[in-house]
């Protein structure tokens, strides 16, 4: 107990929602995904592609220059100067082969095919590949960029998103932050997206501090702002890393730059509060929310009604099921989830399987994480049969069994001189890999041998 | 009261490769798995498996395993063994290795 069950934990930091405004920028300025390389050669490009508008699907599979020059002269004449035919190409191309080749590859071209003009999107494959580049320093993307500017193509905002975005993801922030203060200088600030996805790449690796320092740096020397958005990200790091304080503190800046709070910093704020079991609290971020006119979503009431439960107030968080049926939100099974939790922290695992009728009755249809709460919480109630009972629900639906319910409800069997019934489940715990076989086997193991020790001292069956 | 619920056994290395790590077996071993290899948590599965196959729990008493010729010879040659010290009956054919 204590950790935020999955079902929980998913909910509350929506994600997708930040990454709203992300779309446009990917999708009109980054070149199509690469065509994934075959695994076997495919060595006779298809012939009848003047014809058919659809372009073959080329994929090179030798990183040979001579050989792709080849291939490419032999595709010339009969296709179109397509410019995603060629970046296809070229992607693929540069997936099996070094940079410079690469470049070599584009060169040789638009020699050879005059029509095709490379643009942003052609260079940009070009940059990714120098970003994922195994580099100890920055020299091969500069080279790309250098390129890039002689032919035309000054760094812009999408630049700077694609190496950022490809320096991030090949692991590599250090050069990610010292290339976006770079762009910076040479007039090609950031704009927000891609800000934010470093500050998210940032967040999960450094400390707050360094993090903090880095968004200073870029306030004083480049005006490149934090917005809702970066601050979004940065609260919930520190919620996350259960610094509440330093989530005040970005509260206050964030007012200080003239934003307003929204349903989504509330709700981060809050569930801080739930990792902490701090009841009042995670009650005052709520009357806050209404004070500043916010509307609460779902995720408020969910975050709400889990937290109050885990600080041991089931009976207001109760309350608010009313309040969210006047609000024409109907319960979810994670809500349900978190107040069953809550009544089995408080021994009421009679009550909490009462609930589960109810929900069941409104059609709303329990999850793995439901049962498992359940589980957990009939045997610590003593209430075998009934575990029982549910157990045999869980094992004709094919729920998976956690590693907590799992071993309390091994061990309430074992206690009460049911091995074989523990053995039967640790069985199926195998059978629907619930828990890797050692796990499942070391509980079982370390469980039977309390019980030889509880049975010398007279205290189990 | 009961033990708290140790840290999961994948993050103690030491605990994870005493369970699955391969073990030259001891001739007796040898003839009842027919195989000259094995990790702890592959012999108590083969053992319990075996168990389950052949029927041998006590139709009484499921706790109960009553051992047949070859089951006997691996576990002490008792004719009767309960479930909840298997573990420990095949624990003893994977002593520790001394260091």
Known sequence: ?461 | MLPRMKKAITENPKKLSNLIDLVNLPSTLRDFLGQSQISRLGCFMRVWSYIKANNLQDPNNKNVVNCDDKLRSILLGKPQVELAELPTLIKLHFPKEPK
């Open chain 1, 1 to 461: 107990m204590g950790k935020i069950p999955p079902a929980v934990r998913t909910v509350p930091f929506p994600a997708s929602s930040l990454l709203k405004n992300r779309q446009a920028v990917v999708q009109s300025e980054i070149p199509n995904p690469p065509p994934k390389p075959h695994r076997f050669p495919n060595k006779t490009p298809k012939k009848n592609a003047p014809q058919t508008p659809k372009l073959p699907t080329i994929s090179f599979t030798s990183p040979s220059l001579s050989d792709a020059k080849t291939l490419f002269n032999s595709l010339v004449n009969s296709t179109p100067a397509d410019l995603k035919f060629h970046n296809s190409l070229l992607q693929s191309y540069a997936t099996v082969s070094s940079l410079d080749d690469a470049t070599s590859l584009l060169r040789h071209m638009t020699k050879t095919h005059p029509a095709f003009s490379p643009d942003h999107s052609t260079y940009q494959v070009l940059l990714t590949k120098s970003c994922y580049s195994p580099d100890p320093n920055l020299a091969a993307v500069r080279k790309t960029l250098t390129l890039m500017a002689t032919e035309g193509f000054p760094p812009d905002k999408a630049t700077t998103d694609v190496a950022v975005r490809s320096l991030c993801n090949a692991g590599r922030l250090e050069h990610a932050v010292e290339l976006v203060k770079e762009f910076c200088l040479k007039n090609s600030p950031p704009d927000s997206v891609t800000y934010n996805f470093l500050i998210k790449h940032l967040c999960r690796t450094r400390t707050v501090s360094s993090v903090n320092g880095f968004i200073k740096e870029m306030r004083e020397s480049f005006a490149v702002k934090p917005d809702l958005v970066s601050y979004t990200i940065l609260i919930d790091n520190v919620c996350n890393r259960k610094n509440l304080r330093e989530a005040t503190r970005l509260l206050g800046l964030l007012g200080e730059d003239g934003f307003k709070p929204d349903c989504y910093v509330y709700n981060i704020v809050m569930k801080g509060y739930c990792m902490l079991s701090q009841g009042s609290e995670v009650l005052w971020v709520y009357k806050k929310m209404k004070e500043e006119g916010v509307e609460p979503d779902m995720v408020t009431y969910n975050t709400l009604i889990f937290g109050l439960s885990k600080s041991g107030r089931v009976k207001e968080a109760r309350k608010f099921l009313g309040v969210m049926a006047e609000m024409g939100l109907s319960p979810d099974e994670v809500t349900y989830t978190s107040l069953m939790n809550g009544m089995c922290r408080e021994r009421n695992a009679s009550g909490a399987l009462e609930l589960l009728e109810e929900m069941e009755a409104k059609g709303c249809s329990p999850n793995s994480c439901t049962y498992n709460t359940l589980l957990h919480g009939l045997c610590k109630a003593k209430l075998l049969g009934k575990a029982i009972e549910l157990y045999g629900v869980m094992k004709a639906g094919d729920v998976k069994l956690e590693t907590g319910s799992y071993g309390t409800f091994l061990r309430t069997l074992c206690r009460n001189g049911r091995v074989a019934e523990a053995y039967e489940v640790f069985d199926y715990a195998v059978e629907s890999k619930s828990l890797k076989d050692v796990v499942a086997y070391s509980t079982l193991e370390s469980i039977l041998k309390w019980l030889k020790k509880a049975k010398e001292q007279g205290l189990a069956v």
